[in-house]
C-alpha cells in the first residue's frame, strides 16, 4: 500500500464492496442450485408421471381391448367391440409416446420393445382371431382356441412385463425424488458453507479495517501520550512516525507540525528561562555577561559572542566590551560611540542586524586546529525601558534561524531587565556594604568604648588597691623613692653623657642626609613619574622639563658627592700624603691666574702678598696645599660681595705655631691667610663652619647655596699636612682663614697613621649613609601597583602643598593629581597661612621646612596658634630627620612627617592615613 | 578583699529578692566558670566577675537564651559556642604605642642596658590583636636592635592571635598611633613602617621577621622560655589577687636576673609574692627589674 494515497474511506468502500460481492456470488451458487433443483422437480413432475400416465393407458388399453373382444365374443354384440377398436388405434400411439419418453433409459425402452411383439401378437392371435371366428361363429374354433388358453397367457405376459416396466419407472422415480432430497440437502449444505464464509470474510475485513485504522489512531494517542508523559515534563523533541498514508498521517503531520512550533516556542522559552536563572546570585556586570554569553551562544551554535555594555564616558554614551565568547585576540574594537560601527548603529536604530555571507576576511574564528570564517552576523540591542542598555553580537557558520532572531528579541526585556537588576544590586551592595562596614564600626566603637570603661574601671579598683597597700608601706615607699630619684638622675645623666657622644655622628648622618636628599627626591619623584609615564600621554617638553630638572639635580648630587667622597677618603685614610718640595714662590701666580677672573666678576679686588722672609721651597703635598688654598680663596669669593679678597704668605708667627701646633716648635711653619671683607662670621659660629654641612646661616631660610663640605676637607687636609687652619672674623667687616703648613718630616708622617684609626669611625657613617642611600632607592624601585579601590580615598580631597622648590612642587602636584587630589600650591609659609585664612575647607596640608619669608615650623605655628586649626593635619616635608629636627616639627603642630627624598608610595600611604575621617 | 563584696558596694539593692536574683546568678557564672574549666581547660574562675558579668550576660544575649544556665548547657554540648564566649571573655583594649611615655621611657632607659646582650628576648604575654608587638619591634629596629632581638607575642584568644599575625591595623587608628608613635620618641616617620589601602594600614612584613605570635594562657600554661623583657600591661587588672600572684610567679620564673618587666599604668609589683626581688627601675612606668639572687 505503500506510496498510495489509501484514505479510510476508501477502505471501507472497499471492504463494504467485498462482502456485497461475496454475497452475491453466493446468491448465485444458490440460485444455480435451486434451478437444478427445479429442473428435477420438473423432470419428476412431467416425465415420470407421463410414464406412468402412459403405461398405465397401454394397460388400460390391453384392457379395453380385453374386455371387448371378451364382450363381443360372448354376446357378439358388435357394441362391444367399440372400446377394443378405440384401444387398438391409441395403443399405438401412447406405445410412441411413451418411447420418445422413455428414450433417456435405453434398458426401460428394450423392456417397452420387447413388450410391443407380445401386444401386437396378442391383438394378432388373439383379439382379432376371436373376433374373426365370432363373426363367423367358428365355435370350435373358439371353443379350441379357449381352450388352449394362449390369449390369456399373452396378456399376462404383457401385464407382467408392463407391471414390472412400471415398477422400474416407480423406483427411478422413488430414485429421482431420493435424489431430489439429497440436492435439496446440499444446496441447504452449500447455503450455509457460502454464509459462514461471508460472514468470516466479512469479519476479517472488519478486523483487518479496524485494526489498521485503530492501529495508527492508537500510535498516534501513545506517541501524544509519550509526549505528555515525558520525565521532562513534555518531551517536544518527539515526533510521530505513521507508516500509512491516510488522513491519520495527515493528523500525525499537523500534530508534529504543531509539535515543532511548539519545541521552538518552548526552546525559546526554556532559554529565556535558563537565561533568566543565571541572573541570581550574579552580583557584577561583568560575569553577568559572561554568564549570558557563554550560555547564548551555544544555542545560537555561534561561534563567537561579544556582549557590549552601555557605559557614559563623560557627556558621550559609548558601548564597552564586557565580555565575549571563544572570541580571539583579534582587531576587534573595545568600544564603540552611539551610531559608530554596526554595534553603535545597532543601539541607534534599535533594531536587530542580520548579515549574511560575510567577506572571507572579516572575521576567524581560531582553535588549535586551525581556523574558519563565520559566514553569518546578527548584531541585536538590548533595549529596557525604551534605553538600549547593551549590544550582543555574534557570528556563526550557519545562518540563524527565526528561532534565534525571535529569542534575541525576547531577551532583550529579560537581559536588560536583568543588567539593570544587577546594576541595582551592585549600588544596593554598595550602599548595604557601606551601611554594614557602618554598623560594624559603630558596634566596634561601642564595644571599644564599653571595654576602655571597663579598663578604667578595673584600673581604678586596681588602683585603690594599690593605694590602700601603699599607705600600710607609706615609709618603706618613700624612702625608696628617694633611692629611686637618686638612681634616675645618676641614669639621666648617664644618658645626656651618652647623647652627646653621639652628637657628632648624628649631626653629620643628618646634615649630610639633607643635602644628598634634596636632589635626589626630585630624581626620584622625576624620574618615577618618567617610569609610570606609559600612556603615551607624556608630551615631549614633559619629558624635557623632567630630564632637565633630573640632569641638573645630578649635577648636584654629583658635586656633592665628590665632596663626601673626598672627606670620607681622607676620614677613612685612603689618601696618601705625597710629600715633595714646592715651590712656594709659583704659588701667587696659579692662584691669581685662576681667582682673578672670578673676582673680577664679583667686582672685587684680588691680591696676593708674599713676605720677603718666604722660604721658596716647602716639604709637602702640593696637590693638597693647593686644593686647601682653592677652597678657601673660592670661599672668600663666594661670601664677600664688595671690597677684597687677599691672599698672604708669610712665615708663620712663632707664637701662633707654639699655640695651634705644640709639638712643632722647631720646624719651620708657612702661614697662608685668606683675608676678605665679607659677611664675616659670628664668634658663637667660628667653630662648626669646620664641621661638614655647616654654613654660618645654618637655619633653613639661607641665602647661600654650596654643600657646607669645604671647610671640613680644607680642615681634614691641613690636619694631613700636619699644619693648622684657625680662623678670626667680625660678622659684617670680614674673615681671616690662616693655614699652617710645616715642613713635612718623617716624624710627622709616623704621627699620623695613628689618628688615621680614629678617623675611620667617621667614615664609616659615611658609607653606611651610601648604604641607606641605596636601600632607598630600593624602595623607589618596588613601588606596588595602585589599585583604584586605594585611590577613592583621594578623589576630590584638596590638598595644600606649601614648597618653594619649584622641581618638587611639579613633581609632587604631577604626582598628586594623578590620584585625583586637587592641590594648591603656596610658595612660602606666608601664602599658605594666607590661602587657609581665605579656604578653611582642605583636607591635608603638606609643609616643606626650608622655605624663605617664613618657614615651614612657623608656618605651623600661626595655622595652629593664629589660625586655631588644630585639627587640620598637617604633614611636614623635612629633609634632616634626626632629632631636633623632628621635635621642632612636633612642638610646631606637625601631625605627621615624612622624609625627603619623599617616596612617593609611602606618601600616598601616609596621606591616606591622615585623609581617612 | 573579697570581690564579692566589692560588688556588692558597687550597686545598692532595692529588696531581698533582686539581691537572691543576683546570687543566684553568681552561683551560674560559678558553676559555668567551673564548667569551662573542667570541660575545656581554660580558667577564668580567677578573673574580676564585674567584667566577666558583663561579658557573660552579652554573649548569653547574643546565643537568645534565657540564662547562663542555659549557656553553660550550650558551652558544654555545642560546637562553635565556647570559641565565641572565649573570644567574648579575652577582649581587651590595646594600641600601637600606648601611654608613649612608657615606649619613650623604655626607648631611653631599658634600651641601652639590652644593647650589651647578645640575643633579646622579649614576651608581650597577652598582647590582644598585637599592637603593642609592633611598636616594640618598630623602636628595637629604630634602636638598631631588631636583628639580635626576638620578640614573643602570647594570648590566650585564638582569633587575636591570628589577627595579630597579619599585622594590618585599621586605618581610623592610624592617627592615633602617628600621635602616640611621635610621643613615644619615634626616630623616623611612622610612614615608613607601613603601606595603605583604603582599610588598613599593613605593616611591613620586614617587621615580622623577629616576631613570634602563639596561642598561651597565663592562667594555665607554664613558662616557655627565658626572657630579658617581659611586658604583660593592662592584662592583670581583670584577675583577682590570686591569680595575679600566680601571674607574677610564672613571669617571675621567666624573666632572666637583671631582666625588665612592665606593666600597666595602674598596675604595680605589690602583690608580686617575689617583689623583694625586683628592683624599681622606672615606677611612674611600672619598669621593674628582676635583681641577681644574692647566694
Known amino acids: 500500500m505503500k506510496g498510495v494515497n489509501f484514505p479510510i474511506q476508501a477502505k471501507i468502500f472497499i471492504s463494504y464492496l467485498a462482502i456485497v460481492i461475496c454475497l452475491g456470488i453466493s ?15 420438473d423432470v419428476i413432475s412431467n416425465h415420470d408421471m407421463a410414464v406412468h400416465e402412459l403405461a398405465n393407458q397401454i394397460q388400460k388399453n390391453m384392457l379395453d381391448m380385453e374386455t371387448g373382444m371378451r364382450g363381443f365374443m360372448i354376446t357378439g354384440d358388435e357394441q362391444y367391440l367399440e372400446p377394443y377398436q378405440i384401444s387398438s388405434r391409441s395403443w399405438q400411439d401412447n406405445y410412441n409416446r411413451l418411447y420418445a419418453l422413455l428414450k433417456d433409459n435405453p434398458d426401460q425402452q428394450q423392456a417397452l420393445e420387447q413388450m410391443r411383439p407380445l401386444i401386437l401378437s396378442w391383438i394378432a392371435n388373439t383379439g382379432e382371431f376371436v373376433i374373426q371366428n365370432k363373426r363367423e361363429n367358428n365355435e370350435t374354433a373358439l ?58 470474510i466479512s469479519f476479517a475485513m472488519s478486523l483487518f479495517l479496524s485494526s489498521s485504522i485503530v492501529r495508527t489512531i492508537r500510535q498516534v494517542v501513545r506517541t501524544i501520550k509519550d509526549i ?3 520525565d521532562t515534563g513534555v518531551d517536544l523533541s518527539a515526533r510521530i512516525h505513521v507508516q500509512s498514508k491516510d488522513e ?43 554568564a549570558v554569553i557563554t550560555v547564548l551562544a551555544p544555542k545560537l551554535q555561534a561561534a563567537y559572542g561579544i556582549v557590549y555594555l552601555r557605559k557614559n564616558a563623560g557627556n558621550e554614551t559609548v558601548f564597552v566590551r564586557v565580555a565575549d565568547y571563544a572570541l580571539a585576540h583579534q582587531n576587534t574594537t573595545d568600544t564603540f560611540r552611539v551610531g559608530e560601527g554596526l554595534v553603535g548603529q545597532c543601539a541607534l536604530d534599535r533594531r536587530i542586524f542580520l548579515f549574511d555571507n560575510l567577506p572571507e576576511d572579516y572575521l576567524k574564528v581560531t582553535s588549535g586546529l586551525g581556523e574558519a570564517v563565520p559566514r553569518n552576523l546578527v548584531v541585536a540591542p538590548i533595549t529596557v525601558e525604551g534605553r538600549v542598555e547593551a549590544v550582543i553580537e555574534f557570528a556563526s557558520f550557519q545562518p540563524f534561524e527565526a528561532s534565534h532572531l525571535t529569542l534575541l528579541d525576547l531577551l532583550q526585556d529579560k537581559f536588560g531587565q536583568a543588567i539593570l537588576n544587577v546594576l541595582g544590586r551592585m549600588e544596593v551592595e554598595r550602599l548595604l556594604s557601606e551601611s554594614q562596614v557602618m554598623t560594624e564600626e559603630l558596634q566596634t566603637q561601642s564595644e571599644e568604648l564599653q571595654t576602655q570603661s571597663e579598663e578604667l574601671q578595673m584600673q581604678q579598683e586596681q588602683l585603690r588597691i594599690t593605694n590602700e597597700f601603699l599607705e600600710e608601706q607609706n615609709l618603706f615607699a618613700e624612702q625608696r623613692a628617694t633611692e629611686l630619684k637618686k638612681t634616675r638622675d645618676e641614669l639621666a645623666d648617664y644618658a645626656r653623657k651618652l647623647q652627646a657622644s653621639s652628637q657628632y655622628k648624628t649631626d653629620f648622618l643628618a646634615n649630610m642626609s639633607h643635602e644628598l636628599r634634596t636632589p635626589l627626591n626630585s630624581i626620584l619623584i622625576l624620574s618615577q613619574m618618567l617610569m609610570e609615564n606609559h600612556q603615551g600621554e607624556g608630551e615631549e617638553k614633559e619629558v624635557e622639563e623632567y630630564s632637565r630638572v633630573i640632569f641638573r639635580a645630578g649635577q648636584d648630587l654629583l658635586r656633592l658627592i665628590d665632596d663626601i667622597l673626598d672627606l670620607s677618603k681622607i676620614e677613612a685614610g685612603k689618601i696618601e700624603i705625597l710629600t715633595d718640595e714646592v715651590n712656594v714662590s709659583e704659588i701667587p701666580q696659579s692662584m691669581q691666574s685662576m681667582f682673578e677672573p672670578i673676582a673680577a666678576k664679583k667686582q672685587l679686588a684680588f691680591g696676593v702678598e708674599m713676605h720677603p722672609d718666604t722660604p721658596s721651597v716647602l716639604l709637602t703635598d702640593g696637590q693638597r696645599l693647593h686644593q686647601i688654598l682653592k677652597n678657601l680663596l673660592s670661599n672668600a669669593c663666594k661670601f664677600t660681595e664688595k671690597g677684597s679678597v687677599t691672599l698672604r704668605i708669610e712665615p708663620a708667627h712663632p707664637d701662633r705655631v707654639r699655640e695651634l701646633l705644640p709639638q712643632l716648635q722647631e720646624e719651620q711653619v708657612l702661614s697662608f691667610s685668606v683675608i676678605d671683607t665679607g659677611i664675616g662670621i659670628p664668634c658663637d659660629k667660628q667653630e662648626i663652619i669646620f664641621d661638614a654641612f655647616q654654613q654660618v646661616d645654618g637655619t633653613t631660610n639661607r641665602q647661600y647655596g654650596g654643600t657646607g663640605l669645604g671647610l671640613s676637607i680644607c680642615r681634614e687636609f691641613t690636619r694631613l699636612l700636619g699644619g693648622a687652619l684657625s680662623v678670626e672674623s667680625e660678622p659684617e667687616k670680614g674673615s681671616t682663614f690662616t693655614l699652617y703648613i710645616p715642613n713635612r718630616t718623617e716624624r710627622q708622617a709616623q704621627q699620623q697613621a695613628a689618628e688615621q684609626t680614629a678617623a675611620e669611625e667617621v667614615a664609616a657613617g659615611g658609607s653606611q649613609l651610601l648604604e641607606e642611600i641605596e636601600s632607598e632607592k630600593d624602595l623607589v624601585v618596588h613601588i606596588a601597583d595602585s589599585v583604584p579601590l586605594h585611590e577613592q580615598l583621594f578623589q576630590g580631597k584638596h590638598v595644600l602643598l606649601v614648597d618653594d622648590d619649584a622641581r618638587n612642587v611639579y613633581a609632587l602636584v604631577t604626582a598628586l593629581e594623578r590620584k585625583g587630589v586637587r592641590v594648591e600650591v603656596a610658595e612660602n609659609g606666608k601664602q599658605a597661612v594666607d590661602l587657609l585664612l581665605e579656604d578653611r575647607s582642605y583636607d591635608l596640608v603638606l609643609m616643606d621646612i626650608m622655605m624663605p619669608i617664613m618657614d615651614g615650623y612657623q608656618a605651623m605655628k600661626a595655622i595652629r596658634e593664629d589660625l586655631g586649626m588644630t585639627d587640620m593635619p598637617i604633614i611636614a616635608l623635612t629633609a634632616k630627620a634626626m632629632k631636633n629636627e623632628r621635635e621642632k616639627c612636633m612642638e610646631a603642630g606637625a601631625s605627621d612627617y615624612i622624609m625627603k627624598p619623599l617616596n612617593i608610595d609611602q606618601l600616598f600611604s601616609l596621606m591616606r592615613v591622615w585623609l581617612t575621617k | 578583699m573579697d570581690i564579692s563584696i566589692i560588688e556588692a558596694s558597687e550597686e545598692v539593692y532595692a529588696d531581698r529578692e533582686s539581691f537572691a536574683d543576683d546570687e543566684r546568678q553568681q552561683i551560674e557564672i560559678n558553676l559555668l566558670l567551673e564548667g569551662i574549666y573542667q570541660m575545656y581547660g581554660y580558667d577564668f574562675r580567677g578573673y574580676v566577675r564585674s567584667s566577666l558579668r558583663r561579658r557573660i550576660l552579652n554573649r548569653m544575649k547574643a546565643e537568645r537564651l534565657p540564662t547562663i544556665t542555659a549557656l553553660l548547657e550550650k558551652v558544654l554540648h555545642e560546637e562553635g559556642v565556647l570559641e565565641r564566649l572565649l573570644n567574648d571573655l579575652s577582649i581587651r583594649m590595646t594600641e600601637m604605642f600606648r601611654d608613649p611615655s612608657f615606649f619613650a621611657a623604655f626607648r631611653k632607659q631599658v634600651v641601652p642596658l639590652l644593647r650589651g646582650l647578645p640575643e633579646i628576648r622579649i614576651w608581650h604575654a597577652g598582647c590582644a590583636t598585637g599592637e603593642e608587638v609592633y611598636s616594640m619591634a618598630i623602636l628595637m629596629h629604630e634602636e638598631g636592635l631588631d636583628e639580635k632581638t626576638r620578640i614573643y607575642g602570647t594570648d590566650m584568644n585564638e582569633k587575636a592571635i591570628a589577627a595579630a599575625k597579619k599585622g594590618a591595623f585599621a586605618l581610623k587608628q592610624m592617627q592615633q598611633y602617628t600621635k602616640n608613635y611621635l610621643e613615644a620618641g619615634g626616630s623616623k616617620a611612622f610612614s615608613e613602617y607601613y603601606t595603605t589601602d583604603h582599610q588598613y594600614a599593613y605593616f611591613h612584613p620586614d617587621l615580622g621577621e623577629n616576631m613570634m605570635f602563639a596561642q598561651h594562657n597565663l592562667v594555665t600554661d607554664g613558662s616557655f622560655n627565658e626572657f630579658h623583657v617581659i611586658l604583660c600591661r593592662n592584662v592583670l587588672i581583670y584577675f583577682d589577687q590570686d591569680l595575679q600572684q600566680h601571674v607574677h610567679r610564672l613571669m617571675h620564673n621567666s624573666l632572666s636576673d637583671g631582666g625588665f618587666l612592665g606593666l600597666g599604668s595602674k598596675e604595680s609589683i605589690l602583690f608580686a609574692p617575689d617583689r623583694v626581688y625586683y628592683e624599681d627601675f622606672i615606677p611612674q612606668e611600672k619598669v621593674y627589674r628582676k635583681q641577681a639572687v644574692q647566694k
Open chain 1, 143 to 200: 371353443q379350441q382356441y379357449f381352450a388352449q388358453n394362449t390369449g390369456k397367457n399373452a396378456m399376462d405376459d404383457i401385464r407382467s412385463q408392463m407391471s414390472s416396466l412400471v415398477a422400474k419407472e416407480k423406483n427411478l422415480t422413488a430414485d429421482r425424488v431420493a435424489k431430489l432430497n439429497q440436492s435439496n440437502e446440499n444446496v441447504l449444505y452449500i447455503w450455509y458453507v457460502i454464509a459462514g464464509g461471508v460472514t468470516l
Open chain 1, 228 to 230: 505528555s508523559k515525558s
Open chain 1, 248 to 290: 491519520l498521517r495527515d493528523l500525525a503531520e499537523a500534530t508534529n507540525d504543531l509539535l515543532s512550533s511548539l519545541e521552538k516556542q518552548s526552546w525559546i522559552q526554556r532559554s529565556l528561562t535558563e537565561i533568566s536563572t543565571l541572573y541570581q546570585g550574579i552580583t557584577d556586570i561583568g560575569d553577568l555577561s559572561k
Open chain 1, 27 to 41: 446468491l448465485f451458487i444458490v440460485n444455480g442450485q435451486m434451478k437444478n433443483l427445479q429442473a428435477e422437480i
